[in-house]
């Protein structure tokens, strides 16, 4: 059996929505989160393979389980990520929960409803951020903030790709509850052009996805560490930018991405608007701690 290293997609962090480990994180932390990024991306595109079968998906994410747990050190996606947290003391317990998310998509290929939705975000997109904050030493009292932004930031992306996913690894992740409430089923991704039933119901998903946003908006601004609270408000202001394109386009036949120059000016933003929030907030113990 190959390897999970075998089967990489050749996707790394510069091509993802939102930024990972950029240079506004600590050099400190940088390579540890890209260390986590790395093995992610191993696992996921285990997961996303479009030509292995559901058994050979799971032999493969299981043996990254083994090696990242210890009991092995066969699988080089894993290996490293271990020998990392090892060196800083912490837990893998961020990265078997991404593993969970993964084998279930083995397996899985529809979503009843949102709380469905929710649970797959649970393991697949919350253990990220709140694997960020432990390296940075972060609260817990943080992961509901963290939770919010992060699933949101996993249905912008399964709403972006929601006819790709279909085409070609038959997977939707767009509720079917929503899309009967429309009269439709998963054959409406299919189309060239959303049909006006279609753009409401993934309208409709975008407006769920801002209420979480809602819920994070004030995320950043509680993270004590100040170079990450500025990562995690440019994070939160591109999220909202993309809500809105979501709600506006269509995603079968339009892109519903930012232009390089909309993502930058997009983070300046974002960055702008957290430095006068720490000068300003009545804590000053959160205003200046910046670490390098």
Known sequence: MNSASDMRSGKGSSDENFPVASWLVAPRHRRLILTFYDFARAADDVGDHPTLDAATKLAMLGQMERTLQGQDDTEPAALPLRLALAERGLSPRHGLDLLVAFKRDCTKNRYDDWAELMDYCRYSANPVGRFVLDVHGESEELWPVNDALCSALQIINHLQDCAEDYREIDRVYVPRDALAAEGLDVSALAAAQATPALRHCLSQLALRTDHLLDVSE????????SRLA???AVIQRLARRLVGLLRD??????????????????????????TVQRLFRPDRSLAGRITS
């Open 249 to 274: 386009r269509d995603p079968l036949s339009e892109r519903v991405h930012l232009s390089k120059s909309q993502m930058a000016a997009t983070a300046l933003g974002g960055v702008l608007d957290i």
């Open 230 to 232: 500025c990562e995690v």
């Open 218 to 225: 004030a995320f950043a601004g509680r993270i004590r560490d």
